[in-house]
T-cell receptor, first 111, second 115 residues
C-alpha cells in the first residue's frame, strides 16, 4: 500500500500570502489529521477530518482551515501568512484499527 | 500542566546500553498510547503502540503502560547509534463517535547513542 503523500515538499512564501497544502491518505483510511511542528512548540494538532467533516480542532487561529474531499484527500489552507507560520506541516491518516501514519510533510518557509 | 510530558533530555547512552524514555499524561480517559521516532528532517515513524496495562515487547523495544499512574515508558535494549533520534510519546484523546481522536504529543526526548 502506498503511504501518506503530501505535496509540495517545500514551499517558500512571503508574509501576507496564502498557501494550500495537499494530502492523500493511505488507501482506505477515512480519517485525515494535520499537525504543525516547530522547534519551539513541538508537534501540535491542527484538525481532523472524517467523511468530509471536521471532527476535531486544535487551538489555531481561523487563518488555518482545511477540507476533505469524498475520496478522503485533504487540503489545508493558511491565509495571511505570518513569519511564525514557518514550520513542518504533517498530514496523517488512520482507520479505526490502525495507529496514525504520517506523510513526509511540507516544509513551509515564510519570509 | 501539559497534557503529555516526557522526561527532559537530551539522553546520551553508550552503544549496547539500555535507553529508558518516560512519559506521563494527564487525561485519565486516554486509551491509546504510542511511541514515535523522528530522525532529523524526517517525519515521525511509529515504533510502538500499547493499549493495556503491562509490557509489550517488539524486538529491542519494550513499551510499558501503567494507567493508574498515568505513565508510559519505552525501553530500548542493546542501543545502537542508528537509534539516535527524537522519541515522541503520543496519546489519543477525545476519541468517540466518528472521530478517531486527536493525537497529543509530548515535547520529545533527544536520544544519542555513542559508539
Amino acid at each position: 500500500k502506498a503511504g501518506v503523500t503530501q505535496t509540495p515538499r517545500y514551499l517558500i512564501k512571503t508574509r501576507g500570502q496564502q498557501v494550500t497544502l495537499s494530502c492523500s491518505p493511505i488507501s482506505g483510511h477515512r480519517s485525515v489529521s494535520w499537525y504543525q511542528q516547530t522547534p519551539g512548540q513541538g508537534l501540535q494538532f491542527l484538525f481532523e477530518y472524517f467523511s468530509e467533516t471536521q471532527r476535531n480542532k486544535g487551538n489555531f487561529p481561523g487563518r488555518f482551515s482545511g477540507r476533505q474531499f469524498s475520496n478522503s484527500r485533504s487540503e489545508m489552507n493558511v491565509s495571511t501568512l505570518e513569519l511564525g507560520d514557518s514550520a513542518l506541516y504533517l498530514c496523517a491518516s488512520k482507520d479505526r484499527h490502525s495507529p496514525l501514519h504520517f506523510g513526509n510533510g511540507t516544509r513551509l518557509t515564510v519570509t | 500542566q501539559k497534557e503529555v510530558e516526557q522526561n527532559s533530555g537530551p539522553l546520551s547512552v553508550p552503544e549496547g546500553a539500555i535507553a529508558s524514555l518516560n512519559c506521563t499524561y494527564s487525561d485519565r480517559g486516554s486509551q491509546s498510547f504510542f511511541w514515535y521516532r523522528q530522525y532529523s528532517g524526517k517525519s515521525p515513524e511509529l515504533i510502538m503502540s500499547i493499549y493495556s496495562n503491562g509490557d509489550k515487547e517488539d524486538g529491542r523495544f519494550t513499551a510499558q503502560l501503567n494507567k493508574a499512574s498515568q505513565y508510559v515508558s519505552l525501553l530500548i535494549r542493546d542501543s545502537q547509534p542508528s537509534d539516535s533520534a527524537t522519541y515522541l510519546c503520543a496519546v489519543i484523546t477525545h476519541a468517540g463517535g466518528t472521530s478517531y481522536g486527536k493525537l497529543t504529543f509530548g515535547q520529545g526526548t533527544i536520544l544519542t547513542v555513542h559508539p
